[in-house]
């Protein structure tokens, strides 16, 4: 049966309002259920591997290449015994503004997106942050006991505060979304979570915290997760090839969506800057834009055999700028085209969606609730 089979037939097998209402009772008193009922529900395994992306909008290539692929992989390859838990963290979303309206179509086209890149809601926990308030209710308490400087000193941290010019507050969300970014993980007793270089930073401060938790109540409550970081190196706006691809760039020819046509996508690498050097060669200081057309070629193409990028460019020197464009988006495309065809089926198929979710939030609570009975007992809360 392909994914698409499975999803649908999970669609005609949605409870209906009983049903529902029954899944939201045993939601609610999940973390109430004593610990041998918690334990033959949910059994410690192997491994927990947990990771989360905001829903801010259909991710983009970058997004793809560096870290959701991984994440279809880690499923496809795990053993039986192997947890996986994938959030879309819609909390986090929120420490910038939003317009309602336009964040709940996110969430609904990022979670079609989710399934439509491969994840499996039949072997992966797949659910929204904000559907499971136990993320909260942790953040909160690891915020009691979280240091303010450490918090401080975070990079992500410190550049936003360089943006800013005093015109706009700073909000406390932002100065503490590193807390739930901790609970998130540490909320499932995550084994291992992949994350960017980027994010290291941040998987750090949950291995603190966690120790540091685990310390002061004298016994190993939270797991301290491992880092899996990410093959591939990060992906380059096309037009500002020195920046890192963003979806909040101004210019949309600097990214290249998932639900791009193939025309679309023609067209942005054919822009993409480079350089008026005629040869091919991978020096991302030296020639940052030829080097990000490598970099997207050498990760999208199932047929490159080389075994790095300097391989890669010395296999295609010779060729004009604009063969290397047209050979770059023949690869992009054969990635992008067939995850754009189940997403745009996916993301019209509500009775799916909203069966995943529900799905996904309760398998996530009773996971959740493992960890929460133990921590309230430490603190004196239960």
Same mark, same amino acid.
């Given at each position: 049966?392909?994914?698409?089979?499975?999803?649908?037939?999970?669609?005609?097998?949605?409870?209906?309002?009983?049903?529902?209402?029954?899944?939201?009772?045993?939601?609610?008193?999940?973390?109430?259920?004593?610990?041998?009922?918690?334990?033959?529900?949910?059994?410690?395994?192997?491994?927990?591997?947990?990771?989360?992306?905001?829903?801010?909008?259909?991710?983009?290539?970058?997004?793809?290449?560096?870290?959701?692929?991984?994440?279809?992989?880690?499923?496809?390859?795990?053993?039986?015994?192997?947890?996986?838990?994938?959030?879309?963290?819609?909390?986090?979303?929120?420490?910038?503004?939003?317009?309602?309206?336009?964040?709940?179509?996110?969430?609904?086209?990022?979670?079609?997106?989710?399934?439509?890149?491969?994840?499996n809601p039949q072997r992966s926990i797949?659910?929204?942050?904000?559907?499971?308030?136990?993320?909260?209710?942790?953040?909160?308490?690891?915020?009691?006991?979280?240091?303010?400087?450490?918090?401080?000193?975070?990079?992500?941290?410190?550049?936003?505060?360089?943006?800013?010019?005093?015109?706009?507050?700073?909000?406390?969300?932002?100065?503490?979304?590193?807390?739930?970014?901790?609970?998130?993980?540490?909320?499932?007793?995550?084994?291992?979570?992949?994350?960017?270089?980027?994010?290291?930073?941040?998987?750090?401060?949950?291995?603190?915290?966690?120790?540091?938790?685990?310390?002061?109540?004298?016994?190993?409550?939270?797991?301290?997760?491992?880092?899996?970081?990410s093959p591939a190196k990060r992906i380059?706006?096309?037009?500002?090839?020195?920046?890192?691809?963003?979806?909040?760039?101004?210019?949309?020819?600097?990214?290249?969506?998932?639900?791009?046509?193939?025309?679309?996508?023609?067209?942005?690498?054919?822009?993409?800057?480079?350089?008026?050097?005629?040869?091919?060669?991978?020096?991302?200081?030296?020639?940052?834009?030829?080097?990000?057309?490598?970099?997207?070629?050498?990760?999208?193409?199932?047929?490159?055999?080389? $075994?790095?990028?300097?391989?890669? @460019? %010395?296999?295609?020197?010779?060729?004009? /700028? =604009?063969?290397? &464009?047209?050979? *770059?988006?023949?690869?992009?495309?054969?990635?992008?085209?067939?995850?754009?065809?189940?997403?745009?089926?996916?993301?019209?198929?509500e009775a799916t969606l909203k069966a995943?979710? $529900?799905?996904?939030?309760?398998? @996530? %609570?009773?996971?959740?609730?493992?960890? /929460? =009975?133990?921590? &309230?007992?430490? *603190?004196?809360?239960?």
């Amino acid at each position: 049966m392909s994914p698409h089979q499975g999803l649908l037939r999970l669609s005609r097998q949605c409870p209906r309002a009983a049903a529902h209402a029954a899944r939201q009772t045993r939601l609610s008193h999940a973390s109430k259920q004593p610990s041998s009922a918690l334990s033959a529900i949910a059994k410690p395994s192997a491994k927990t591997i947990f990771s989360g992306i905001q829903p801010t909008g259909v991710p983009h290539l970058g997004n793809y290449l560096g870290a959701l692929r991984q994440w279809v992989g880690l499923q496809n390859e795990a053993s039986s015994d192997t947890t996986l838990i994938y959030s879309l963290v819609d909390l986090h979303a929120i420490t910038i503004r939003q317009d309602p309206k336009q964040l709940r179509q996110w969430k609904k086209e990022s979670l079609a997106m989710l399934l439509a890149i491969g994840l499996n809601p039949q072997r992966s926990i797949i659910f929204h942050q904000s559907d499971v308030p136990a993320h909260a209710e942790l953040m909160w308490i690891l915020s009691c006991q979280a240091s303010t400087g450490y918090l401080g000193r975070m990079t992500q941290w410190k550049d936003k505060t360089a943006e800013k010019d005093g015109s706009e507050k700073l909000k406390l969300g932002l100065f503490s979304y590193p807390v739930l970014q901790a609970a998130d993980v540490l909320i499932h007793g995550a084994t291992h979570v992949p994350v960017g270089h980027d994010q290291a930073q941040h998987l750090e401060f949950a291995r603190q915290i966690a120790n540091g938790f685990n310390e002061v109540y004298g016994e190993a409550i939270l797991t301290p997760p491992e880092t899996l970081i990410s093959p591939a190196k990060r992906i380059m706006s096309l037009t500002e090839p020195e920046r890192k691809m963003s979806k909040s760039h101004p210019n949309p020819k600097s990214r290249i969506l998932l639900t791009d046509p193939d025309d679309v996508i023609r067209s942005k690498i054919k822009s993409a800057i480079t350089d008026s050097h005629k040869s091919i060669t991978y020096e991302p200081a030296r020639r940052p834009g030829v080097s990000n057309l490598l970099d997207i070629f050498y990760h999208s193409g199932e047929s490159v055999e080389t $075994e790095s990028q300097e391989a890669l @460019a %010395a296999h295609m020197d010779g060729l004009s /700028m =604009r063969a290397l &464009k047209e050979e *770059v988006a023949m690869a992009v495309i054969e990635v992008i085209r067939p995850i754009r065809e189940r997403y745009e089926r996916l993301v019209q198929d509500e009775a799916t969606l909203k069966a995943v979710a $529900e799905e996904g939030a309760e398998k @996530a %609570a009773i996971s959740a609730a493992v960890t /929460m =009975r133990h921590v &309230k007992r430490a *603190v004196g809360l239960s």
